[in-house]
């Protein structure tokens, strides 16, 4: 009879850790993943798509805005406080911005 723990899955680990409220912990772990598995997370869980971006550092949730739909970023970008949405802007590139 085996008795192997199962590894988290990563959307486990995010809801866990999101749960935690603990804004150094999220930062960490959405700072360490990949910018796309991050950009994943924000489509499936719209529910806390400003969380995930406001707590990464400016540069990584740029990247990850940038590659989202506008929907999404419109969504996200409604639901931030003013200075973290211009930081967030102003981390675009010039044609990003402009798009956007």
């Known amino acids: 009879m ?12 995010f809801e866990s850790i999101i749960q935690t409220e603990d804004k150094l912990v999220i930062k960490q772990f959405l700072d360490d ?5 991050v950009a994943q997370l924000v489509e499936e869980f719209p529910e806390y798509d400003s969380q995930i971006i406001a707590n990464m550092s400016v ?8 590659i989202l739909d506008l929907q999404e970023q419109k969504r ?7 200075n ?7 981390e675009l590139p010039a044609d990003d911005r402009t798009d956007f």
């Open 2 to 13: 085996s008795t192997e723990l199962e590894e988290p899955t990563f959307h486990e680990q």
């Open 33 to 37: 993943q990949n910018i796309s598995d």
């Open 59 to 66: 540069h990584r949730a740029a990247s990850v805005f940038k």
């Open 76 to 82: 996200v970008i409604q639901e931030l406080p003013a």
């Open 84 to 90: 973290t949405t211009a930081n967030l802007l102003n």
